[in-house]
């Protein structure tokens, strides 16, 4: 067989398709499954993953090329500079610093404009910056040829298993790829459904298309490769070990050079690889003790005792374990029904293919909405968060640096469905933020703001907090508020889990430490002497303007400040000095928000601008200083001399206004999965399941490639894989159903609203297991075949974080119940 590397496949005989999904493909229909072979990596290959490594399978049939990624596989940063400060000017800098941020504050203020046109002098050239990479190739191969029938692969989603069966010299094989989070390994199976002896089988390792310096492939013992090497010259130390089994027959592992080896497997009835794998990289030394290395030990130790323990297990018993872990963690409390019919007949590629805009097809939607939630837990449950691929990713130079979190949207969109699904997945994420973005973000407060109390962070990789330089930067660099965003999912994270240990330990030192570098950012706005706090510069995410009070900081620092307030209680501080600053300096802020000009506190707006962001309303979706917009805390606005305060109604109008205008998330800019997600999630907070549908259906349609994977450039041959879209898809579909926004004060009653933006083509369903804000389950949700609700239970955690709390029920604009938050509470309401 020759091995292609564009696909990275086979090629292949000539094969007789199967016309119906596959023995062994859920009867429900969770799942993808295909009858051709895949050939692109990012349109055809099929993911599993446990968090600390990821594979991507074709589902091959002779060969088998499985695609490898390693969670924390970077190049670049301190392992290959030893002088990368992450992106930070040297101390003796800090001085002229101080001195370039007030001139450019002044600049801001006394132009009429109220903006200037670079501040590159606050910007660091981002050095050995470095990129999330892919791991190599395992390669499977069996000594088997002639014409092959009945092919079919698949992706079953209620197992997290990827499958590949067909038929050659009169024997059915199958083959079984996934990544056990219990055992931290992943496992590639061969078998015959006859059960009869296999032909030969050959296991070996190859670059390809990876791009990686040549490692060390050598023979560990009889059974077991071990591949050992850099991601870069010089760069950081990975090793993968694959240990071979095989049920009777001989397994041998022969050495033909220090960089060719392979094993080699005869006689057997089964036969299967489980694989480690780990580098240097350390989260726990991305700090000053530490000179900011994020270098831990040789990974060999712990590998050889992980393999170990991941290979003491029968086949069998490993798999079994792995099934059971992903149903506890994917369907143990949350199940969705769309109403949705399974078309079994037709294999998910031509399913895609017919998907029209606003026509729909609520079987593929409800799949789409699986694939994103399997894929969040796949991907969010090692060391590391999900990135900006998840954790597939096959090159040596991935897109945006993939390993970079880029958090102006996409790494928050990331987690949109985590609490609301009941997926516990966020861990690792806040473990990140306090150990790689804290530490350094504290140097890069005092060096570039002048600021001694908190921590700040830009858009980073290795604790690379700075402001990313090369140019004008300011659009994508100038991101100050990172940070900010990323607190509302610390506050969320409490608010849905009453998690009041997790909260003192973590989750609050976080959100003060942040809050507190923002309250000494905050200053007297000298432009309009309007007497209100904002921030300057700022740019509106990846706008060009540079400005000042841009809404999206405004709004975010407002939420934080409010979040600080709501938690404050809880997290047993006694620093009653900084909640009261914070109280004063919240009411003192310019809040954000303006009707007749939209993204800045001066009037640069464009209504034909169709920016892929949806910056300016971070506070109708996923924020709420718009959905739950109140004119006693956020109205009194200085226009043009004239104070005025806005009604509710006014605020969404003018957000709809907006909406519309920003068009439907294809623009001159781009043409990403997430843009359209955002739109679809927005809508349906606007209670429009037109427009929600719409949006929806169009995310589906312009961006998902045949494996349901977002891609952003659709049109590609070979396109960019952007996984955002495909993780922010189930929380914007998840917002048409049930929505509970935040708001700014605990005494304020929490507002529960049933099927909001529901659209015609989801006429019955249910949803179960939900979670709201407080602590609150929805047990059940369930409407009929004329979208209306006939049941609704929610069930209430046993201590509340604000007992007595009122709960208010809404459907179709009217208040359908209402209860209170006591600890333990059952309450079922049936009458709409």
């Known amino acids: 067989m020759k091995l292609k590397t564009l696909g990275t496949s086979a090629v292949i005989p000539a094969v007789v398709l199967t016309s119906a999904a596959p023995p062994g493909f ?116 069996i000594n088997v040829s002639g014409p092959v029938t009945d092919f079919a692969r698949w992706l079953d989603l209620d197992e997290g298993v990827a499958r590949s069966t067909w038929t050659q010299s009169n024997q059915t094989f199958i083959r079984e790829t996934f990544c056990s989070h219990p055992s931290e390994a992943c496992i590639h199976h061969i078998n015959s459904t006859s059960n009869a002896t296999l032909p030969n089988i050959t296991y070996a390792w190859a670059l390809l298309d990876s791009g990686l310096p040549t490692p060390n492939i050598t023979c560990l013992d009889s059974s077991t490769l071990q591949i050992r090497g850099l991601a870069g010259e010089p760069g950081m130390l990975y090793e993968i070990l694959g240990q071979v089994h095989s049920t009777s027959g001989s397994v041998s592992c022969i050495s033909l050079s220090p960089t060719n080896s392979t094993v080699t497997v005869g006689g057997a009835v089964e036969t299967w690889i489980s694989w480690v794998g780990g580098t240097e990289y350390s989260m726990d030394a991305g700090n000053a003790e530490n000179n900011f290395s994020f270098k831990g030990v040789d990974p060999h130790a712990a590998l050889t005792s992980l393999l170990s323990s991941a290979t003491t297990s029968s086949y069998s018993d490993t798999l079994t374990t792995h099934i059971a872990d992903i149903n506890s963690t994917l369907y143990g409390q949350f199940s969705l029904s769309l109403g949705q019919t399974p078309q079994l007949d037709l294999p998910t590629d031509q399913i895609r293919a017919a998907y029209q805009v606003d026509e729909g097809n609520s079987y593929l939607e409800w799949v789409a909405f699986n694939l994103g939630r399997y894929m969040l837990a796949s991907s969010a449950r090692g060391t590391l968060p999900a990135n900006l691929q998840g954790k597939w990713a096959k090159d040596v130079n991935s897109p945006w640096g993939a ?26 994420l806040f473990d990140y933020i306090e150990k790689t973005w804290a530490p350094r973000g504290a140097t890069t407060a005092q060096i570039l703001y002048n600021i001694s109390r908190g921590w700040v962070t830009h858009d ?54 942040v809050a507190s570098f923002h309250l000494d950012k905050l200053i007297p706005d000298e432009h309009f002497n309007d007497g209100t706090l904002v921030v300057a510069p700022c740019n509106s995410p990846e706008q060009v ?14 939420q934080l400040f409010n979040a600080v307030e709501k938690g404050f209680n809880a997290s047993g501080d006694t ?34 601008d169709t920016h892929r962001h949806l910056s300016h309303l971070i506070g109708l979706y996923p924020g709420y200083a718009i959905t739950s917009y109140s004119s006693d805390l956020q109205g ?91 993780l922010g898809f189930p929380g914007a579909l998840l917002n048409a159903l049930l929505q509970a926004p935040d708001v700014a004060s605990l005494d304020t009653p929490l507002t529960i609203t049933l099927l909001p933006a529901l659209p015609p083509s989801w006429p019955s369903g249910h949803l179960r297991g939900a979670r709201t804000r407080g602590g609150i389950t929805v047990d059940t949700l369930e409407w009929d075949d004329q979208g209306e609700p006939t049941v609704v239970v929610f069930s209430v955690d046993p201590n509340p974080i604000s007992p007595k709390r009122n709960v208010e029920v809404v459907y179709n604009g009217e208040r359908v119940g209402s209860f209170v938050m006591d600890g333990g509470a059952r309450i079922q309401i049936e009458q709409f």
Request: glycine content about 10%; overall charge negative; hydrophobic content about 40%.
């Open 545 to 558: 303007p540079i400005t000042l009070a841009c809404a999206h900081a405004q709004q975010l620092i407002w």
């Open 460 to 513: 980073e990789i290795f604790g690379h907090t700075g402001m990313k330089g090369g140019g004008n930067t300011a659009q994508w660099a100038d991101y100050p508020e990172s940070a900010v965003w990323m607190m509302l999912h610390v506050w969320d994270r409490f608010d849905y889990s009453n998690d009041v240990d997790w909260w003192i330990a973590q989750g609050w030192p976080l959100l003060k430490s």
């Open 575 to 608: 620093d009653t000095a900084f909640l009261e600053e914070v109280q004063t300096k919240r009411a003192q802020m310019d809040k954000g928000i303006r009707i007749g000009w939209w993204e800045w506190k001066v009037d640069l707006d464009s209504p034909t």
């Open 26 to 141: 859920p009867a429900t229909g969770n799942g993808l499954w295909y009858n051709t072979p895949a050939d692109f990596w990012s349109k055809s290959y099929l993911p599993v993953g446990n968090g600390y490594l990821a594979a991507m399978s074709p589902g091959g049939m002779s060969v088998e090329t499985t695609q490898l990624n390693i969670e924390s596989l970077w190049s670049g940063g301190p392992f290959q500079d030893p002088t990368y400060n992450g992106g930070n000017m040297q101390p003796s800098g800090a001085s002229a610093a101080h001195v370039a941020m007030e001139s450019i504050r002044a600049s801001i203020f006394a132009n009429s404009t109220g903006e200037i046109d670079n501040i590159e002098v606050l910007t660091t050239d981002a050095g050995a910056y470095g990129s999330y990479v892919g791991a190599g190739y395992i390669i499977s191969s």
């Open 636 to 726: 009194g606005v200085l226009v043009n001399g004239t104070n005025i305060t806005y009604t509710k109604d006014q605020v969404i109008a003018a957000a709809t206004t907006s909406l519309i205008h920003r068009g439907n998330g294809t623009g001159p800019d781009a043409d990403a999965g997430w843009e359209k997600a955002w739109r679809a999630a927005c809508w349906a907070q606007l209670g429009n399941a037109e427009e929600f549908y719409h949006e929806l259906t169009y995310t589906i349609y312009e961006d998902f490639g045949p494996n349901l994977f977002s891609l952003y450039d659709p049109g590609d041959i070979d396109p960019i894989f952007q996984i955002d879209s495909n």
């Open 403 to 428: 390993g970079n979190y880029h958090s102006n949207i996409n790494i928050q969109m990331n987690y949109w469905s985590a609490e609301m699904s009941n997926l516990n997945v966020a861990g690792s």
